[in-house]
């Protein structure tokens, strides 16, 4: 076997580009090639677009088949096919609900079908013609050719440098872009069945979801012939009482105002109907409504308030704005009771009172501000209090689940003329609240409010303190210390994630119980024995992967710290008390070894993860309605809050 490019590599690797300027200029085109495409194809990599490119190289032949037949410019007719290209693929993005890799699949089989219906149509090309038009020629590279090509790589560059902090907005966090002040394209909802309606096969033992309520309209929704059951009469009452945002017939919608006898509506919501369709929960498309005049009107609805520090929490009627410049109105329709609203009450957050309480919640976007494009009215969306921003020193560091930036609602919501302070920024303790369009994730509209909106805080933080922070893999260990809301979360996600042993720690014998339900396959009552050397018996000796922390306590995660193996990970998700502290010996901690963390907000990405989790849902794989242990109204919160710190339940959740 000849080995002459082994034993005289100069010959073979080197001497081709000293002697020749043909290959010289192939090899200065080879490397401009590289440094174009290694800027874009960064970006289109990390946007899962990798297809693009192949799509892109095959979509220009029709154009270079057109221009070399007509006798053209051949790179103009590249550049012609590429925009249409382009053109085509943005318009199947925005007119369907195919994900990205099949609208570039399409257009990238149309376009190559058409090159070789071009090429089989000419009879004047031979073989060597078919080979240059495919694949080119690098022997006929020309100087002209490396400056037009020099030209394009500095426009790239250019480029790339120029819009660098949009182009990491559209890659990391989408839904973030546009209140960034990124372009986005905007996407149409996806269909879940037939004329959009839910596919009830979908859902996790063919539960039908729930109808959605839009206030104003007397039908309804998710059924034709607006009605809910026999029980509801002619004027959509239940026993003679009209429900909630519905008036008889002839009468207008309760809560929407009066008619005048010689006008139109008025009241807080002086609307009219406006002609663009509003996808409800279910799919089913209801009529949108904009406001009438050009100041806009603030909303009075129903919300929590806490007044002092420690004080029971009272139902008031508070003004909340139309949404100004990247804020939404949402109409809520379930909240979670969490503890941290309880915190908020008792002051140990801060003392910004009046509080509006709530945050962890789901409902329908009702109305938009300008330049929001991450959500329409209509859409079913879960809050969140992580709205990235894209431009603080952990976003451009590609760690948008650390912003340090958060974006809330601009506006502030009031109580008699005096502005509330939102808990965690959000408030949805209340009919309706408003917040920055980026606390607002879309998700799948078939997922019940009452179990989707608990993502939006606890369940987030347990599921995110295993699976992101702590980062629990397929075969480890894992102890969580608490089973409450969060270390349950905590469970079902090691559970999801893989993990072999889940050791679940508690005083009490009924949280215990309920933590094998979620995937526990140990319980250790700290109560009855130590927990460390319970731990370290059921894993050989050896101590957990991962020690995740769900009380906030010092005992407690000192407990976590010594129940971990050598070079184990503690997570602590637990909130502690501020005047909290720990002690541990220094040579503890350096001859562990391992990684100490904080999960904050589960390390949660929303709109990353929360799609991700409501599809688990469905899927049947995450049981969320297992984390609702009641629902209750509005006036039943402080009660809420006497069952949880008796730990009676795990989550309380209102509806609205």
Known sequence: MDMQFLTDPWAWWIQPFTDSSTMQRALLAGLLAVLATSVIGTWVVLRGMTFLGDALAHGVLPGIALAYLLGGNAMLGALLAALVMVVGINVVRSHSPLPDDVSIG??????????????SSATSLGEDDLNRLLFGSVAEVDPGDLWRQALAVLVTLAGAVAFHRAFL????DETQAAPAGAATPTRQPRAHGPSGSVDCRRVRGGRKPPRIRIPGCTTGHGNPHGQEGAH???????NGVPRRGHGPAGQPPLGFGNRSDDGPRVGHHLLHRDDRPCVGRVGVSVPAFKRIGEQPMPHSVRAVIARAKGEPVSIETIEVPDPGPGEVLVGIQACGVCHTDLHYREGAINDEFPFLLGHEAA?????TGEGVTN??????????????????????????????????????MTLDGQPLSPALGIGAFAEKTLVAAGQATKVDPAARPEAAGLIGCGVMAGLGAAMNTGQVGRGDSVAVFGCGGVGN????????????????VDIDPRKLELAREFGATHTVDS???????????????NGVDVAIEAVGLPATYEQA??????AGTVVLVGVPNPEAKVELPMIEVFGRGGTLKSSWYGDCLPSRDFPMLIDLYLQGRLDLDRFVSETIDLDQVEEAFEKMERGEVLRSVVVL
């Not at 399409?106 to 090429?119: G, K, N, T």
């Open 561 to 566: 710290f010594y129940s971990r193996d050598l």
């Open 232 to 238: 509801r009469d002619a004027h959509g009452c239940r």
């Open 363 to 367: 409902g329908i976007v009702e109305e």
């Open 169 to 172: 907005v559209l890659t990391f």
């Open 106 to 119: 399409l257009l990238f089989v149309a376009m190559l079908s058409l090159s070789v219906v071009i090429v």
């Open 375 to 412: 959500v329409t009215p209509g859409d079913f969306v879960i809050l969140n209090w992580r709205a990235v921003c894209g431009q603080c020193r952990s976003c451009r560091r590609s760690r948008p689940w650390n912003c340090f930036e958060t974006h809330n609602a601009t506006q502030k």
């Open 489 to 504: 979360a905590a469970i079902e996600g090691s559970r999801l994630a893989g993990a072999h042993t889940i050791i679940a």
């Open 527 to 541: 109560s009855e024995e130590d927990p460390v050397e319970a731990i370290r018996a059921m894993t050989g000796g």
